[in-house]
């Protein structure tokens, strides 16, 4: 496996780009469409927080444990949202996709599909990833069904398994896809976007 490095992906009208601290403003205010960070299972900052969420990203991509990115919309040239790789294993081929939000006024749109089928196809076709994970709190029943809508499959719940930003200890729900399943996850993921531009959902 190659180690990720920041890099930008773009595709039907959306790019992921390395996240930075120029980012700040934009940021707070893409978690205020909706207040995202009011849903207390969530990673979405708050505007007094942004700055640290910001930093600690930063870090674990100083660390070589994390690739974050920020959404944009290109059309808009809005933030739409955050994501990244995280507790990269370069040593096993192994990354997780987490750390992701979108602004309310974007969710269950093609967004987090057109974001998966980049974050995904990087990381098996151009890294070299033999497994992607991906982790929920077993609160965000949203978040369970949109990685299970992706074709990822669950490996189980870690009971106690880490902090939230409130300071209690969530379960984690964890998913993943192995490289074997990746050519038939990324048809269904290429039809989805065909059907959602198509107007079918």
Same mark, same amino acid.
């Given at each position: 496996?190659?180690?990720?490095?920041?890099? !930008?992906?773009?595709?039907?009208?959306?790019?992921?780009?390395?996240?930075? %601290?120029?980012?700040? @403003?934009?940021?707070?205010?893409?978690?205020?469409?909706?207040? /995202?960070?009011?849903?207390?299972? !969530?990673?979405?900052?708050?505007?007094?927080? !942004?700055? *640290?969420? &910001?930093?600690?990203?930063?870090?674990?991509?100083?660390? @070589?444990?994390?690739?974050?990115? %920020?959404?944009?919309? &290109?059309?808009?040239? !809005?933030?739409?949202?955050?994501?990244?790789?995280?507790? &990269?294993?370069?040593?096993?081929?192994?990354?997780?996709?987490?750390?992701?939000?979108?602004?309310?006024?974007?969710?269950?749109? @093609?967004?987090?599909?057109?974001?998966?089928?980049?974050?995904?196809?990087?990381?098996?076709?151009?890294?070299?990833?033999? %497994?992607? +994970? /991906?982790?929920?709190?077993?609160?965000?029943?949203?978040?369970?069904?949109?990685?299970?809508?992706?074709?990822?499959?669950?490996? +189980?719940?870690?009971?106690?398994?880490?902090?939230?930003?409130?300071?209690?200890?969530?379960?984690? %729900?964890?998913?993943?896809?192995? *490289?074997?399943?990746?050519?038939?996850?990324?048809?269904?993921?290429?039809?989805?976007?065909?059907?959602?531009?198509?107007?079918?959902?």
């Amino acid at each position: 496996m190659i180690h990720p490095a920041p890099i !930008t992906l773009e595709r039907n009208g959306i790019r992921l780009e390395p996240l930075s %601290v120029e980012h700040h @403003g934009a940021l707070v205010e893409a978690a205020a469409d909706g207040e /995202l960070y009011n849903l207390w299972f !969530t990673s979405v900052p708050r505007a007094a927080e !942004t700055e *640290a969420h &910001i930093a600690n990203a930063l870090k674990g991509l100083q660390d @070589g444990h994390m690739l974050p990115w %920020v959404v944009r919309e &290109i059309a808009t040239n !809005t933030v739409v949202g955050s994501t990244r790789y995280h507790d &990269i294993v370069a040593a096993i081929d192994r990354v997780e996709i987490g750390w992701t939000w979108y602004r309310a006024s974007r969710q269950r749109t @093609g967004l987090n599909t057109t974001c998966k089928l980049m974050l995904l196809e990087h990381a098996f076709e151009s890294l070299g990833c033999k %497994v992607v +994970g /991906l982790r929920t709190d077993n609160f965000n029943f949203r978040s369970q069904r949109a990685i299970e809508a992706l074709g990822a499959k669950k490996d +189980g719940v870690l009971r106690h398994h880490q902090a939230r930003r409130d300071g209690s200890a969530r379960d984690s %729900v964890m998913y993943s896809i192995i *490289a074997s399943e990746w050519p038939d996850v990324k048809r269904h993921l290429e039809l989805r976007l065909a059907r959602h531009a198509g107007g079918e959902g």
